[in-house]
Nanobody, 122 residues
Framework: QVQLVESGGGLVQAGGSLRLSCAASGRTSSSYAMGWFRQAPGKEREFVARITRSGTGIYADSVKGRFTISRDNAKNTVYLQMNSLKPEDTAVYYC????????????????WGRGTQVTVSS
């Protein structure tokens, strides 16, 4: 069992930056692949970035070059550095974990945090 808690969301102007954190507790998070997803009002949850157990990151085309996912296994924490934010990045951001390989599909993840709101003003 893994518990996930996101933090770091907030209100930022377009072009600004935020860093989201996802703190994991329970079973050692280093055994899990981790992902960040987001959901805007009226839209389905969508993939943002994922990171393998060894630290390789994969990104959605919409955030490539602007967002960076990383993990600190010693702290059981995964980060999402978000730069050059745009109004269309506004959403609730969720952290997720799954055993074995990383995935871009929400249905593949076993554990989810409650989310943190990111609002980007124009």
């Amino acid at each position: 069992q893994v518990q996930l808690v996101e933090s770091g969301g907030g209100l930022v102007q377009a072009g600004g930056s935020l860093r989201l954190s996802c703190a994991a507790s329970g079973r050692t998070s280093s055994s899990y692949a981790m992902g960040w997803f987001r959901q805007a009002p009226g839209k389905e949850r969508e993939f943002v970035a994922r990171i393998t157990r060894s630290g390789t990151g994969i990104y959605a085309d919409s955030v490539k070059g602007r967002f960076t996912i990383s993990r600190d296994n010693a702290k059981n924490t995964v980060y999402l550095q978000m730069n050059s934010l745009k109004p269309e990045d506004t959403a609730v951001y969720y952290c997720a974990a799954r055993a074995y390989s990383a995935s871009s599909y929400p249905s593949d993840y076993n554990y989810w945090g409650r989310g943190t709101q990111v609002t980007v003003s124009s």
